[in-house]
């Protein structure tokens, strides 16, 4: 018998469950700063549904780094 009990501990199966998630969910808007935590939620979400179906949201305020702004603009 094999044992998969630690498929729920292996975070590549939990990433593939993520991505899986967000292709059900639809097109979205991600805020994205430019700094690591939300370029990686944006790949991701590009990765699951697809650049069409994303769109990359920035918004100045005054919680935005000043070095980030300028990163996340293309």
Do not use: K, N, W
Not at 12 to 38: H, K, M
Not at 54 to 67: F, K, Y
Request: net charge negative; proline share 4%.
């Amino acid at each position: 018998m094999h044992d998969d009990t630690h498929l729920h501990d292996d975070p590549s199966v939990l990433a593939y469950r993520r991505l899986r998630r967000l292709a059900e969910i639809g097109p979205a808007a991600v805020a994205y700063s430019g700094g690591a935590d939300s370029a990686l939620v944006l790949a991701a979400v590009v990765r699951a549904l697809g650049p069409a179906r994303v769109l990359a949201v920035t918004a100045v305020s005054e919680s935005l780094a000043s070095g980030e702004q300028s990163g996340s603009v293309t």
